[in-house]
């Protein structure tokens, strides 16, 4: 049902975009972009143990594409690639310990209308919200549990940004995002599986070049 609610509503959005294109020439632009991942740990605690799952960032990709319908207003489409190496630290008898356990890699792909301020100079900052698709899947390294690769289950969430557009010539921009997309992520056709709060928030910086 959430997934279907998310749907129709990308679906308004596109429409609600196309009713306010006005007879000005369109403007556009294509990003390729660098992505720096910050992913949340999530503890689960048995038997009062405490079983940590924590992430360290490895960098991505990205690219976008981006539609002014209007002089503030736009929209963009982007697909963007994170990840980490992942570890697990128990805390057993009071002694802590850490284990690399394998490979997260994931990929957001997501469509944001953006509001921008001051599109006219050279510093232009903006906000957005909209939604986003993520997927990805976990590979194992080989260790004494035998623990398994599989693939995560992909879903539809919500998404936030703020960002800047920094005017280097007359079409091309140097820029900065930060995407905020909260994800529960939970392994593929496994319902006894435990869910992650990984919580992706990803710092992009790229260059656009409009046309």
């Known amino acids: 049902m959430t997934q279907r609610i998310y749907r129709i509503f990308f679906l308004l959005f596109i429409v609600a975009g196309s009713i306010r294109l006005s007879a000005q020439t369109p403007n556009s632009d294509f990003g390729a972009w660098i992505i720096s991942s910050d992913l949340e740990e999530t503890t689960f605690t048995e038997d009062g143990e405490d079983l940590t799952i924590a992430f360290e960032k490895r960098n991505g990709y990205g690219f976008s594409f981006n539609h002014f319908w209007t002089e503030r207003f736009s929209t963009e489409i982007a697909a963007q690639t994170f990840g980490g190496d992942m570890t697990a630290t128990s805390d057993f008898g009071g002694a ?36 986003a698709r993520l997927s990805g899947d976990f590979e194992a390294i080989n260790d004494p549990d035998n623990l398994e690769s599989f693939d995560l289950e992909s879903e539809i969430t919500w998404a936030a940004s703020v960002g800047a557009n920094i005017q280097l010539t007359e079409n091309l921009f140097l820029a900065a995002d930060f995407k905020y997309i909260p994800w529960s992520a939970v392994a593929e056709n496994d319902p006894d599986s435990e869910s992650l709060d990984i919580d992706p928030s990803l710092l992009s910086i790229g260059v656009k070049v409009r046309f």
């Not at 356990?101 to 953006?114: F, K, P, R, T």
């Open 96 to 131: 802590a310990f850490t284990v690399d356990i394998g490979e997260l890699d994931a990929i957001a792909l997501s469509a944001m209308a953006q509001y921008h301020f001051k599109r006219a100079s050279r510093f232009s900052p903006y906000v957005g919200a909209g939604v």
